[in-house]
């Protein structure tokens, strides 16, 4: 059975200690670098009047010897000389369990609340800061859950997304633990569903998304069919508030998004700014990031379709599903007709008497294409070939003269794209797996599991936008 999401996880109490200052303090749970903002981020709750032992997080964290600094500060902001107090970052407490506390040589009664800046929760020598790390942590370690609970598929994918992500903040206070996944991914632009087999599906939206779609299409026989473009989610100029200070209980970091904004979009909406506050991010490159993807995907208004499907054929469809759309009624910018285009289940309702599905879906602005079309609509040539060759394309050159300079027979001699780059990738066409199935393999990190039922046909069904 897996994880309940719409379980409570309940932090511990001050009251399991013996001499607290006040039993109802929250004992917090701490990610990542609790950095930015002003004075102590935090406040340590008293959990021995006795020793003077000062709670900074309920369980173990980076050590100093790691790179963990701490300050730590009194009621009035002012900052508490170290030489009167140390910092224990794996305190075994008197229930047995693990925790990190300050140890007072005195009483600070007089200079409460004690609050505090480090760094959070470790594992072995290294920070826990991907955002995706951090919920695989808080899922797996903390509420109960396990690492089986997760698609390993996308779980990978969102954790490659992730990839120099710095994510930090803190749980303090009782929520249930679907609020804490999507508090966290809300801060990096991603999203959480549960799919058929009861595992949680986390996707990361990125500037060159890529869509893992199911491999099937929509059936034709559509009707009440209704669309409408999508214009009050529309943004070409993300604003943010970050570094969210938990003791003061506000945001004291911000951007405006104007080095993020597409100039395009405002010339032909007008500036639509809209405003995020990210309470898991306190780091500037990655907010600027988020804020270029959130812009990237939201300039230009979305088609929210529904329709009713009069066949049950497509009853394993579920909500998150990427599947094709073909319509002669819509079109997309380019004033080209819908034509297997790539569409997300936002929901569906059954009606088995009429034999019947009414889906709602967003569109995602892209359309599915074959490798065997044009390799240049086709192959990222910054995912797949830069990774492969010594020199950037960002330095602009033809491709021609990239593959030929990493090659020892050059590409004007006659070998095809696909016998160049299988060369790069390991695996000679000539063994029979082709250039289409390597590729998906090197992009996606393919592990030989995927859950979603129906044909998912990967080496063919590539998608880039």
Not at 389 to 395: D, I, L, M, Q, R
Request: net charge negative.
């Amino acid at each position: 059975m897996s994880i309940n999401v719409q379980d409570t996880y309940k932090l511990g109490r001050a009251w399991r200690y013996a001499n607290p200052r006040m039993s109802t303090d929250y004992l917090p749970v701490v990610y990542g670098d609790m950095k930015g903002g002003n004075y102590g981020l935090w406040v340590c709750p008293c959990i021995d009047t006795i020793n003077f032992y000062y709670l900074i997080a309920d369980h173990t964290i980076l050590s100093a010897g790691n790179g963990n600094a701490f300050t730590v500060y009194d009621r009035d902001n002012a900052v508490i000389d170290p030489a009167g107090y140390t910092i224990v970052d794996d305190h075994t407490d008197e229930n047995g369990k693990h925790v990190a506390i300050i140890n007072f040589a005195g009483d600070q009664a007089t200079n409460e609340p004690i609050s505090i800046r480090c760094q959070g929760k470790n594992d072995g020598a290294s920070l826990i800061e991907n955002p995706i790390d951090i919920i695989e942590d808080f899922v797996v370690n903390l509420t109960g859950g396990a690492s089986a609970d997760f698609n390993a598929f996308a779980l990978r994918k969102a954790k490659n997304v992730c990839t120099g992500y710095k994510a930090a903040g803190l749980i303090d206070g009782d929520r249930t633990i679907g609020f804490t996944l999507s508090e966290i991914l809300y801060s990096f632009h991603g999203e959480w569903w549960k799919n058929h087999q009861d595992k949680i599906v986390i996707t990361m939206h990125t500037i060159d998304q890529v869509y893992d779609w199911k491999g099937e299409y929509l059936e034709r026989n559509i009707k009440n069919l209704t669309a409408t473009r999508d214009e009050k989610n529309l943004c070409n100029q993300a604003e943010v508030e970050y570094c969210y200070n938990y003791k003061a209980r506000k945001y004291e970091e911000g951007d405006d998004g104007s080095s993020t904004k597409d100039a395009l979009s405002q010339n032909v909406h007008g500036a639509k700014i809209k405003g995020y506050d990210f309470k898991w991010c306190r780091d500037a490159t990655t907010i600027a990031a988020v804020q270029a993807i959130i812009v990237n995907r939201l300039k230009n208004p979305v088609w929210l379709i529904k329709f009713d499907e009069i066949t049950l054929r497509n009853l394993h469809f579920e909500k998150g599903d990427f599947v094709l759309l073909s319509h002669s009624a819509l079109y997309d910018t380019q004033q080209e007709a819908f034509a297997n285009r790539i569409v997300q289940l936002l929901g569906k309702v059954t009606d088995f008497s009429k034999k019947t599905i009414t889906f709602d879906l967003i569109d995602k602005a892209v359309s599915y294409h074959s490798y065997s079309e044009s390799t240049a609509e086709i192959v990222n040539i910054t995912e797949v070939i830069a990774k492969e060759v010594t020199k950037n394309v960002a330095e602009q050159m033809d491709i021609t003269e990239v593959i030929a300079k990493e090659v020892t027979k050059a590409v004007s001699e006659g070998l095809s794209i696909a016998e160049v780059i299988s060369k790069y990738t390991q695996k000679a066409v000539s063994e029979s797996v082709s250039i289409t199935e390597k590729a998906w393999i090197n992009n996606f990190q393919y592990d030989g599991v995927y859950d979603y039922d129906g044909s998912f046909k990967y080496g063919i069904d590539y998608v880039a936008l």
